[in-house]
């Protein structure tokens, strides 16, 4: 046991290595575009230089003359084939079936070459004229739309709301009200998007990093009007992800129809410049938070408006207003989102999608009212902690927030905090402590998947779930391990190909419930199997007993008693060499035709507020901020996060996850944004020099503690999804933190130094 | 990218004879920079001129005190050579203060001097910038311009040279040794790099069919009292939005001599030799400081999202000038805070 693999707490799995460790650090895991075919041809995309506007013409005599071009797909080439479908798709753009551009680097054209430079050079000489018009990207643009999102987008269904807010808030002795923004961010992956694909006869092959096999499956066999059956998607593993690879992309079907042209497989990777404007991003909020409180901090009055970004053709939300309106028991409840639509591409998901802007605000403005009320900030939340949500009254499958702050708040030493703004000093280094909420809300999904065990105990385990680096492959191959009494290292895990059952999309933070309880499904039916055969021997050791009263260790099946029998002898009964079995978990109230749909590629996740009994996983975060006194760089030597997240699977993997978390949250606090030049709509930084994330030296200590939590209700198997979870509240902890050092409330993010020089 | 052909030369005539005669051509060092533009499509050359194998890789003394630097010598090189580390520890500072230790292990001290603005418009093929397109205009001026220059700059560009290795090299008045057709000339750093004015398509003096052959220090180091200042976004892997090179000599309680040189702020190295001379035979204090810092600032204009910059400028020379005196130069390995 080390830092890195924490001890595992009771309802906590061992710390096992990754699966994959060894072959992701000797470069042996091979990622979609690193699939080795030959007779490859290469395609690079040609984008727009304007962002609102018409392509008149567009002249190819050049690339065609460059020595090696094959083939160029553009306008007019894309006849029979659809366009794709916003939800499967992030955008309902086919930006190819006509000549407008409705955003910056709008894809205009592949050009396909017997290599990657010529491709390259050739793309660079397509010359385009346009009509242009003059674009609005921003929220204060003039020329933008305003729409309220319900009604008009999938979220929020209704507008969370509970009782009297206006009368609550007119009449409540606090009042506060602040307004809060957060910047568009990109996600980068280091692992770039590509695509890579070939037919064979009538069947289509594509290699492509995506969080959705059978989605992204589903949704090109949709737009080449193909049997999906005929259609085979692989991604081994993904370089990352944070939802940037869920939906599918417009992408996808230009490369296969160059790959059909040529009948020649081609692989398009799409370089860092370009996946700023061909790919989606997290859109830019604004927000207004109205609180109305008594003295002693009891929220009567809260309501949360939001105000989205989104394309002019698809109408996307994030609507986090359905998790922030019952994060506490507020007495009464107001809510609404509204889009504001642009001259941009569609924003898609990005790690916790809504929770990270809209909890931000609303962690910001507890911090507010606590200076306001003269409370300490930890216990203004323990005053309106709740054992119910305040929109329908339904309580929490579990619910551990106040332990999560008292754990966090004594490994932090939250107890040193003076809490008047700029009373800490350290030498040249004003210090700054703050806090936040963690939340997100616990999906689950439908998911299948095949175990196979061999009578000297091997085990295969199957899915087409998709290993981004979270590393379920360890987890799902753990609960097999333990049901089938067998040792770690003798599980392989399949996974990453639609030749395998399907398992959902890799977002939400739904996998590990939703893949370990299909593993975990399977594995019964094994045991089950063996169960019976060893109790319906003859004259065997466990001959007569009752199936309920076996399991299954270390290679055999034993009795409560002592009795045992090994798996080759009871194999030998079944006259069998491996059992082999297949699952289909339907999570609790999940659709009858829920798995058909998973076959499809269509999404039914469930979790959340829905149901019977509202489901969240909660974390409190602590943050140290240093910032200097003379030149004012800002500094983050700490961050602890306590987490209350089920059962643990893998404490290793669940440290990796929150700490990356954190890590990405103080980062979006300070560093990140993706700026657009008002006057054009086009994006400005385009790589990871302008687009800033932090290096390890940014980084100093982070902490994450992982409370023993057990809740049977949840799902069946027990856990709730951490993936997005570490990043929810650190930007607010941040902002908080700043506010502690230096007196400067910023609701603006990301905070940088020039906020603090004159 | 573009297609382009490739020689690689044996011999520092050889090198001037391919780039004067040659169609658009660049020669090629570590490639950070030249790599990075032509894949922007920024730079086009025709024909690339690998001067990796030339005999420029050596630091030696000079014989008046001070050493010569070949310009193929790495930054990691220079970086971690006893000598520099020891006679021009500023040197040193700003070289590790720079890019990422894997860059500086590519990057030559000839091509750091040549490395070209950060300027998103500049970078970006399908906007116009005077640099780039000489006479098309400068988006930078009304845009986003939070990295853009605040002294010096002209209505025709108002670019940053990017370098942290330059800032140092300006303060420590060492001299750029170049071979073209004509022969050898000495160039002070001072003049090598150029203000924008109406022509900021040129970035320095260097005649486009020369080539930088040395690095001259001369033998003054200011070993004793110096730190090189950089405030940026992140820890490394970041460009300075202002970093300050400062070197004092002192005599007793009292500066002797000073050298103070701004990085991120204008289109060259910023040393203002006026500012310097205020703190000659002055103690060490604040308000001496902070009188250079006005000076030095005097005309400083922001454009809007760089106008912090005036004031951080400000901050850092007063922070810098504090560290040398007090011989606590920064440090660019240790960025723990306690
Ligand atoms: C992500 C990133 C971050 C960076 N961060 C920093 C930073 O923080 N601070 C900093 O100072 N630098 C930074 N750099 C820049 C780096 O220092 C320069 O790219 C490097 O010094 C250039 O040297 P090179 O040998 O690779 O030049 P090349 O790319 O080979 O050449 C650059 C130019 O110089 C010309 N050239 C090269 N040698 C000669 C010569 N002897 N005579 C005449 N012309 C010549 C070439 O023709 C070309 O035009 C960064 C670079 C990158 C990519
Ligand atoms: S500042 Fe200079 S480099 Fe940047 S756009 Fe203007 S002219 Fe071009």
């Not at chain 1, 046991?1 to 460790?21: L, V, Y």
């Not at chain 1, 940037?244 to 417009?250: A, E, L």
């Not at chain 1, 979006?668 to 030049?677: C, K, N, P, R, V």
């Amino acid at each position: 046991m080390s830092t890195a693999a924490p001890q595992p707490k009771a309802n906590q799995g061992q710390p096992e290595p990754r699966i994959d460790a060894r072959l992701k650090v000797t470069g042996g895991a091979r990622y979609a575009a690193d699939i080795p075919l030959s007779n490859l041809a290469y395609g690079v995309l040609v984008t727009s230089d304007i962002a609102r506007g018409q392509v008149r013409s567009i002249d190819f005599e050049a690339a065609k003359a460059t020595p090696g071009v094959l083939d160029i797909v553009s306008y007019g080439d894309m006849t029979g084939i659809e366009k794709p479908q916003f939800g499967s798709a992030y955008t309902s753009l086919g930006p190819l079936h006509d000549r407008t551009i409705w955003h910056d680097g709008q894809i205009m054209a592949l050009v396909v070459a017997d290599t990657f430079e010529a491709a390259q050079d050739a793309a660079r000489k397509v010359k385009a004229e346009y009509e242009e018009q003059h674009p609005s990207g921003h929220f204060g643009s003039a020329g933008t739309e305003t729409i309220p999102a319900k009604g008009h987008a999938q979220r929020p269904k209704e507008n969370p709301s509970a009782g009297d807010f206006d009368g609550a808030f007119q009449s409540a002795p606090v009042k506060l009200e602040a307004e809060y923004r957060t910047p568009t961010q990109t996600h980068n992956p280091i692992e770039l998007f590509s695509t890579t694909a070939y037919w064979t006869g009538k069947q289509l092959t594509i290699c492509e990093p995506t969080q959705s096999l059978y989605g992204l499956r589903g949704e090109i066999a949709r737009q080449f009007r193909m049997d999906p059956a005929d259609v085979r998607v692989i991604a081994p593993y993904v370089g990352g992800g944070f939802g940037s690879k869920g939906p599918s992309t417009p992408r996808t079907a230009i490369v296969a129809l160059a790959a059909r042209r040529l009948n020649r497989p081609v692989r398009c990777v799409v370089s860092r410049e370009q996946a700023y404007t061909t790919m989606p991003y997290r859109a830019p909020t604004r927000q207004r938070i109205r609180i109305g409180a008594t003295p002693d901090g009891k929220i009567t009055a809260f309501s949360h408006e939001g105000w989205e970004l989104t394309s002019r053709i698809d109408n996307y939300a994030v609507a986090g207003t359905e998790t922030t309106t019952r994060l506490y028991g507020y007495g009464s409840v107001a809510s609404d989102v509204q889009l504001v639509k642009a001259d941009r591409q569609t924003p898609a998901y990005m790690r916790s999608p809504p929770e990270v802007p809209y909890v931000f605000a609303v962690e910001s403005a507890l911090d507010e009212l606590a200076y306001k009320l003269g409370m300490d900030p930890v216990e203004l939340r323990r005053v309106n902690d709740t054992d119910r949500e305040p929109i329908h009254g339904k309580p929490f499958t579990s619910r551990h927030l106040m332990a999560c702050y008292d754990q966090a708040a004594q490994a932090f030493n939250w107890s040193a905090r003076n809490p008047k703004p700029g009373s800490m000093r350290h030498g040249d280094w004003l210090i700054g402590m703050g806090c936040a909420t963690a939340v997100y809300p616990t999906h689950i999904a439908p998911a299948t998947a095949r175990v196979r065990l061999r009578a000297d105990g091997d085990v295969l385990v199957q899915s087409a779930s998709q290993e981004l680096g979270t590393g379920i492959r360890t987890v799902a191959g753990q609960m097999a391990a333990e049901q089938l009494g067998v040792s770690f290292d003798k599980v392989k895990v399949e996974m990453g190909d639609t030749e395998l059952p399907p398992a959902p999309v890799s977002g939400g933070s739904n996998s590990t419930a939703s893949v370990c309880s299909a593993v975990l499904k399977a594995c019964q039916q094994i045991q089950e199997r063996l169960f019976r055969a060893a109790v319906a021997s003859n004259n065997g050791p466990l001959a007569g007993r009752n199936p309920a009263d076996l399991a299954i260790r270390n290679g055999a099946l034993v009795a409560k008693d002592g009795a045992a029998q090994k798996l080759p002898d009871v194999f030998a009964l079944l006259g069998a060499g491996a059992v082999e079995e297949y699952a289909e978990f339907i999570p609790d109230g999940g659709p009858h035709d829920a798995v058909q749909k998973l076959y499809q590629g269509k999404l039914t996740m469930t979790g959340g507020p829905e149901g019977k009994k509202a489901k969240y996983a909660y974390g409190a975060e602590f943050v140290e901020v240093r910032i200097n006194s003379r030149t004012r760089e800002i500094r983050i030597p700490r961050l602890v996060g306590a987490f209350a997240a089920g059962r643990i699977m893998n404490t290793r993997t669940a440290r990796s996850q929150l700490m990356g978390g954190l890590i990405w949250g103080m980062s979006a606090a300070l560093f990140e944004a993706t700026e657009i030049d008002e006057r054009t709509a086009r994006t400005i930084n385009r790589d990871l020099q302008d687009y800033f994330v932090p290096v390890n030296a940014d980084v100093q200590q982070v902490e994450v503690i992982l409370l023993t939590e057990v809740d049977h209700e949840v799902n069946p198997a027990g856990v709730k999804g951490i993936g997005e979870l570490g990043n929810v509240g650190t930007n607010a902890a941040v902002a908080n933190a700043v506010f502690h050092a230096t007196g400067k409330r910023l609701r603006q993010l990301p905070i940088r130094l020039e906020h603090f020089v004159a | 990218m573009n297609r382009f052909s490739y020689v690689r030369v044996a011999s520092v005539a050889e090198a001037v004879r391919e780039i004067a005669s040659a169609p658009p051509a660049r020669f090629i060092a570590g490639g950070t920079n030249l790599v990075d533009l032509m894949k922007y499509n920024v730079e086009r050359p025709e024909r690339v001129i690998d001067i990796t194998r030339l005999p420029l890789t050596a630091i030696e003394e000079t014989g008046e005190g001070g050493l010569r630097i070949g310009a193929l010598v790495t930054n990691t090189e220079a970086a971690y050579d006893p000598r520099i580390e020891s006679r021009y520890p500023l040197l040193s500072s700003a070289i590790l203060a720079g890019a990422s230790p894997q860059l500086r292990n590519a990057a030559s001290v000839g091509g750091n001097l040549l490395q070209r603005t950060r300027c998103y418009y500049f970078y970006d093929v399908a906007t116009l910038c005077n640099k780039r397109e000489p006479g098309s205009g400068c988006p930078a001026i009304d845009g986003i311009n939070r990295i853009h220059a605040i002294l010096g700059a002209s209505p025709h560009c108002i670019a940053t040279h990017p370098s942290d290795m330059c800032v140092a090299l300006a303060a420590l008045e060492a001299v750029v040794r170049v071979t073209g057709p004509q022969g050898e000339r000495n160039i002070p750093f001072q003049d090598f790099h150029r203000l924008p004015g109406g022509m900021p398509e040129i970035d320095t003096n260097l005649a486009r069919d020369e080539i930088i052959t040395y690095i001259d220090l001369p033998s003054k180091g200011f070993a004793q009292n110096y730190t090189y200042l950089k405030l940026r976004d992140r820890l490394s892997y970041a460009f300075a939005l202002v970093s300050v090179a400062a070197a004092l000599e002192m005599d007793g309680e009292q500066i002797k001599e000073a050298r103070l040189a701004l990085g991120g702020v204008a289109h060259k190295p910023w040393r203002d030799i006026a500012a310097e001379a205020l703190l000659r035979g002055r103690e060490p204090s604040a308000k001496n400081f902070a009188a250079v810092a006005s000076k030095v600032l005097a005309d400083a204009k922001g454009y809007g999202s760089n106008d912090f910059k005036i004031d951080l400028a400000r901050r850092a020379i007063v922070r810098a000038l504090s560290q040398a005196a007090a011989r606590t130069p920064q440090s660019q390995t240790d960025k723990r805070i306690t």
